[in-house]
């Protein structure tokens, strides 16, 4: 007798979206690349997608306002988890200069410390990127872009997030679907980062270098791919209001098919943030308003070191 089941729904690699949603690139499920095996089919077809499956979705909407005289873009694709495009944040030029300051510095192809396999032996293929660390007042360009988005986000401590990260993805580069909410099975194990600033309550990535295909920003769950453009900021929730990993704000950068891509990541921990404080914690989320739009919440200042003044 045979199955009355249609034969996709019994192939466990088939996506759910391919019925439903035209695919204009069929190549990433082709593409041969370092670290394969971290990209599930359904993955990659996310990857794939052209457009957001959920036109309707009355989560999604566009608010602009101004702020220090400049227009503030914001899109919001989704409140739960709480999931932010900053359209045109850095001008074209600064986002140029970042990445023309990142790429003549020595990177190290980035290592992924596998949970289960902490010493390294099955090899860190889930990212394939070069990455750099650099101090948020390193310099003249890093200095600018860090004070900026420190303005534009007063609700968030940028002060007490890590270095900025860099990342630079040559053609099969890649970092596949993770959190960046870090996990630990007990409080022994807790850094100094864990200890004195918390855990990463958000992601600020900012978009310097698009590929030509695909390298977009891929939530899974959600599920949807982003592909800002040069200067955008992305900026996602990790954590929720009881500090608990947001399971929906997996998320990583697909797999660039053509061209490079950089990007440079603040992960913004929780301590003396001021989301906790604006927020009413009995509810589930925090206060979307604040993080769109902050006018009215006092402004966070620099904390650039002075130049040092010439010797008499
Ligand atoms: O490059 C991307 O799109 C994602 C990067 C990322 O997930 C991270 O830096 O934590
Ligand atoms: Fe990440």
């Not at 890093?142 to 534009?152: V, W």
């Not at 929720?240 to 490079?260: E, F, N, W, Y």
């Not at 589930?284 to 650039?304: T, W």
Request: with cysteine; glycine share 4%.
């Amino acid at each position: 007798q045979p199955s009355p089941i249609p034969s996709n729904v019994l192939d466990p690699t088939a996506s759910p979206f391919i019925h439903n949603h035209e695919r204009k690139h069929e190549i990433t499920q082709d593409l041969d690349f370092v670290g394969k095996n971290h990209w599930s089919y359904s993955y990659m077809d996310t990857c794939d997608l052209r457009e957001f499956p959920l036109h309707d979705d009355p989560d999604m909407f566009c608010t602009r306002y101004v702020m220090d005289y400049m227009w503030v873009n914001v899109e919001v694709l989704a409140t739960d988890p709480i999931l932010l495009v900053f359209h045109k944040f850095y001008s074209e030029k600064n986002a140029h200069a970042f990445r023309e300051y990142i790429n003549q510095k020595e990177m190290d192809l980035q290592k992924v410390v596998d949970q289960d396999d902490p010493s390294g032996a099955a090899g860190h293929t889930s990212r394939r990127a070069n990455g750099t660390w650099m101090e948020h007042y390193e310099n003249e360009i890093t200095s600018t872009l860090f004070d900026f988005a420190q303005r534009r986000l007063p609700s968030l401590n940028l002060h007490g997030a890590e270095q900025w990260h860099a990342l630079s993805y040559q053609q099969g580069g890649h970092y596949a679907p993770h959190h960046d909410f870090l996990y630990y099975t007990n409080e022994t194990q807790w850094d100094w980062w864990m200890n004195e600033m918390g855990n990463r309550l958000a992601t600020f990535l900012a978009v310097l270098e698009t590929a030509d295909e695909g390298g977009g920003t891929i939530f899974p769950q959600l599920p949807y791919v982003v592909h800002p453009e040069v200067g955008d900021v992305m900026l996602w929730l990790n954590m929720d209001v009881t500090d608990h990993s947001i399971a929906k704000s997996l998320h990583g950068a697909c797999p660039i098919l053509k061209g490079q891509k950089t990007a440079a990541t603040l992960w913004i921990r929780i301590r003396d943030s001021r989301l906790s404080f604006l927020t009413d914690l009995t509810e589930p989320q925090y206060n979307l308003k604040q993080l769109i739009d902050p006018r009215g919440v006092p402004a966070i200042p620099s904390q650039k070191p002075k130049a040092k003044q010439p010797q008499e």
